[in-house]
């Protein structure tokens, strides 16, 4: 049983089993997200995707749509609040975008951007995420891990390799790759897998292509995030 | 390393290569080993025929597993607020200057590493540690003194006095559930009298609320699990008593085990299920031992196994999981993914336990102390348990009492009795602050005192921590957020970021660096993790802040050294390397960060 939903004030149709994100996107609606993708199911970790419903906060990739619901989504307060977010994801690890292979199609950046943050507000946390170029054909740059674990599902769920994981607790939690060594060149990674190019930011990075398409034309450059989203489905 | 692997594979074989039971496999090996070396860890996702990185995932996630050589005895001081009034600190400092170590590292020889953790449920008896994880309490100078000399002298801890693992359950004041006299498998008989319809309908009577903390009405829990679609249904036992300040559930377990049992079995009459678990907090291990005890007593009395009470179609048993210290594990979807030997992260909700809980079956998760009620309710019936209490908190509460007071110990009242009286009756003289509930609790100051223990007024899951005058609220409340960042089980960015922002932010305060700006953004970063987070946890986090900065605003204030802003970046400290690296130490080598003003 499928029904209407208010989206900041507008109809939105929904299916049955459709989260409100889902609904929304599918109405041309965009809502901010990180770890949510088209292809995987809600994870429900970054909570860029927060939004109100009757006064409580939600997560619209994760809680399905029902009828008459009212969802506060695009407000001064929620974007408030995602911009803190975004501000806590970047000072928890090293993001040096000038330098950052990513920069343009990053979507971490492209929010940045989106929500107008202008300063990162939070002391920073310096931690030391050393790299693992192991691998011949991919380096793993962890600063920029934000752990939406994209890699990590479509690893275990597309590739059938569980080649990623993440240990540790709390702010210590942090990325591995299926070896006693540590080193992805021990695992059974492949350049064509679906984990090579699903992340978000900048963790998974193809050898010997960087910078091939020069900062400044590339995908969030040329086009804002949320337009990326709505016209390309991405 | 061979040794290792083979210890290793005795344990995953102990448990018939089931991946479920990894985290008791990993606590198993390390027993045999002392950590989990990256070989063992190898040698128990082959044998498990899972990716190696998710064991280490695992294994990294619980405080109590180590995927480094620690020291053969292994000393975690008990860091509750409480613990720290009683003077941890000091005999931390003293143990280590004994011992030549330094907390937080290992001896050189690896014969001793002292640390600290997160409260061990003994503000009733302590300055308490873990030694090799089995509670030692009542620490004081000369135990610590000993227990140094123990320690030199590689005495096995078998051979320690016995009186050092003596844990008191310092029962202080009887209601209906402490008070009475228990025979084991009478409550069960009156409730299959009444036939598992009836049984439910007398539950439903009684107006029982989850013991826990969240207060959900068990009837409609376990209504909810039986007309689940599934016929595998499984009751699980919540004794992760992680709370700070709490620790009625580790005297309910220690001295009405039976009743607890009962009660599963119960909760197993009134859904259906045949398979019971209860996951004990890796901080209770030494009660074990006792608890295996007691559930052979109770299948040789025919009160659990196949036909209980000779009656067909009603087979039920139970196993204890331990946990291996994660605060977070309480939540009940973090303990179904601890119970199926998984990282202790809470899951997406829709979908609840009652339909989709342990392995996906359906699951009845209650509280120690709900499921030992439920005897009440069959033996009494539900109109004589709601009876006592008020009409929404229907019965009786036991509180955890600990702090400032003469008789710290586990007091029973009747749900609605006034916090006024709960302190006049553990003797407490000079109350300032009491924190109800534990660290993710209410903060209940002088002028409220006359409010009421009860889902409707001060609900609590059974901390009371009682601090007098001489305490500072603020300290309190930076001990709770310590405890926060290092709990957090770092799944979404507000929890993860943001407990251990909060912990910066209180952390410039108490050393003098605070601006006004400051606090700020500690009620900004309040606000963000009680709306945006994904559990529990993380949405209660701050709530010991925002208490003591609308009731203590002054023991904020006054440790402002400015007005506007300071940066939360310290130049002085930045030049610690240069410093290491020229061997300087001088004053000229130093910023005065006091100087700039």
């Known amino acids: 049983m499928g029904g209407k939903f208010l989206f900041d004030g507008r109809p939105v149709p929904f299916e049955e089993g459709q989260t409100i994100l889902q609904a929304a996107r599918a109405a041309g609606h965009y809502i901010p997200h990180l770890c949510w993708h088209p292809d995987f199911p809600p994870h429900g970790s970054c909570k860029l995707c927060v939004v109100k419903v009757g006064g409580r906060h939600v997560s619209s990739c994760a809680l399905p749509a029902r009828d008459g619901m009212e969802v506060e989504s695009n407000t001064p307060e929620i974007n408030g609040e995602r911009r803190a977010l975004l501000q806590m994801l970047f000072v928890e690890g090293n993001h040096f975008c000038p330098s950052c292979e990513k920069s343009g199609n990053c979507q971490l950046q492209a929010l940045a951007y989106e929500l107008d943050m202008s300063s990162a507000r939070f002391a920073h946390f310096y931690p030391d995420r050393p790299v693992d170029a192991s691998h011949p054909d991919v380096l793993l740059d962890f600063n920029r891990c934000i752990f939406c674990e994209l890699c990590v599902r479509a690893s275990r769920d597309v590739d059938h390799k569980g080649v990623f994981a993440l240990t540790g607790r709390g702010i210590r939690k942090h990325l591995v790759v299926n070896a006693e060594s540590g080193r992805l060149a021990d695992t059974d990674f492949a350049v064509s897998d679906r984990a090579a190019d699903i992340c978000p930011v900048g963790v998974i990075l193809r050898k010997r292509v960087g910078f091939a398409v020069p900062i400044g034309e590339r995908k969030y450059d040329e086009a804002s995030i949320s337009s990326v989203a709505m016209e390309k489905g991405e | ?597």
């Open chain 2, 1 to 597: 390393m061979q040794d290792a692997e083979r210890i290793a594979a005795q344990a995953v074989e102990r448990h018939r290569r089931e991946p479920s039971q990894l985290l008791q496999i990993l606590v198993e090996t390390q027993d045999g080993i002392g950590y989990l070396p990256a070989a063992a860890l190898t040698r128990i996702a082959d044998l498990l025929e899972l990716p190696r990185a998710r064991v280490e995932g695992v294994a990294g996630f619980y405080s109590f597993l180590y995927t480094e050589p620690v020291g053969r005895y292994r000393i975690l001081f008990s860091d509750n607020i409480i613990d720290r009034m009683l003077g941890t600190r000091g005999l931390m400092e003293s143990l280590c200057r004994r011992l030549e170590v330094s907390p937080g590292q290992v001896s050189p020889g690896g014969e001793v590493s002292v640390d600290v953790t997160s409260c061990t449920g003994m503000g009733d008896q302590g300055p308490a540690v873990l030694v090799n994880g089995l509670a030692v309490t009542r620490l004081d100078e000369a135990r610590v003194e000993r227990i140094a000399s123990l320690v030199r002298a590689g005495t096995p801890l078998a051979e320690w006095p016995a009186e050092y693992f003596r844990v008191d359950d310092n029962i202080r004041r009887r209601g209906s559930l402490l008070g009475d006299d228990f025979v084991p498998g009478a409550a069960l008989q009156a409730a299959m009298v009444r036939g598992r319809t009836g049984w439910l309908e007398e539950v439903r009577l009684s107006g029982l609320r989850g013991r826990g903390g969240a207060g959900f009405t068990t009837a409609v829990k376990w209504m909810a699990c039986r007309d689940a679609p599934g016929a595998d249904k499984v009751v699980v036992c919540n004794a992760d008593e992680g709370e700070p300040g709490t620790f009625k559930d580790r005297v309910l377990l220690a001295s009405q085990a039976e009743r607890v049992f009962e009660g599963m079995t119960l909760a197993a009459w009134a859904t259906g299920a045949r398979q019971g678990l209860l996951y004990l907090r890796g901080e209770y291990r030494y009660l074990l031992k006792h608890l295996r005890a007691v559930l052979a007593l109770r299948r040789a009395a025919g009160l659990l196994g196949p036909r209980i009470l000779g009656e067909a179609g009603f087979d039920f048993d139970i196993d204890i999981h331990l946990g291996a210290g994660a605060y977070v594990c309480g939540e009940e979807t973090a303990l179904l993914e601890s119970l199926e030997g998984k990282r202790g992260t809470p899951r997406i909700r829709p979908p609840f336990p009652v339909t989709h809980g342990y392995l996906g079956r359906p699951t009845v998760v209650n509280n120690v102390e709900t499921l030992a009620k439920t005897t009440l309710i069959a033996l009494q019936g539900g109109a004589a348990f709601a009876a006592t209490g008020t009409p929404q908190s229907t019965g009786t509460k036991l509180l955890s009492i600990s702090g400032d007071c003469a008789y710290p110990g586990v007091y029973e009242y009747p749900f609605g009795v006034t916090i006024a009286h709960v302190l006049e009756d553990c003797g407490a003289h000079d109350p300032q602050v009491v924190q109800v509930g534990g660290a993710s609790g209410v903060t209940i100051a002088g002028h409220e005192f006359h409010r009421r223990i009860a889902f409707e007024d001060v609900p609590t899951a059974g901390a009371f921590m009682v601090f007098d005058g001489r305490r500072d609220p603020f300290e309190m409340a930076r001990n709770f957020v310590h405890f926060f960042a290092h709990e957090s089980c770092g799944f979404c960015t507000p929890c993860r970021v943001g407990t251990a922002l909060l912990k910066g932010y209180m952390d410039k305060l108490a050393s003098g660096k605070g601006a006004k700006m400051d606090l700020a953004d500690i009620e900004w970063l309040d606000r963000l993790l009680k709306n945006a987070s994904h559990c529990g946890l993380g949405s209660s986090a701050p709530n010991p802040v925002i208490d003591t900065l609308i009731k203590f605003r002054p023991a904020y204030e006054r440790r402002l050294v400015s007005l506007d802003f300071k940066p939360a970046f310290d130049l002085d400290a930045a030049l610690e390397t240069a410093r290491r690296m020229t061997g300087r130490d001088d004053p000229g080598a130093h910023l005065d960060w006091r100087e700039e003003v």
